[in-house]
């Protein structure tokens, strides 16, 4: 037998047999692409919450509470 005899051969087994990778092929991608879908939304509504501009971290904490000495931030008393 010649080499290129030789790496022509099918060594994979019978791919005729069975069928199913073509079906579990296609489950696969499309579960992928549900769980891709779900991902996304999740985080375009998570995006979504966040503030429009963050604080300056910078810049020192001002009392603009109005005399509530309680600790908390605006953000935690809405919730």
Request: glycine fraction near 12%; charge should be negative; aromatic fraction near 6%.
């Amino acid at each position: 037998m010649q080499a290129w005899q030789f790496l022509a051969e099918n060594n994979f087994g019978d791919t005729r047999s069975g069928g199913l990778a073509g079906p579990m092929g296609l489950l696969i991608i499309v579960l992928l692409a549900i769980a891709t879908v779900l991902l996304i939304r999740n985080m375009t509504a998570r995006i979504r919450r966040l503030p429009a501009e963050f604080p300056d971290p910078d810049k020192p904490a001002t009392s603009s509470d109005g005399g509530h000495s309680d600790g908390g931030t605006e953000a935690e008393s809405r919730r």
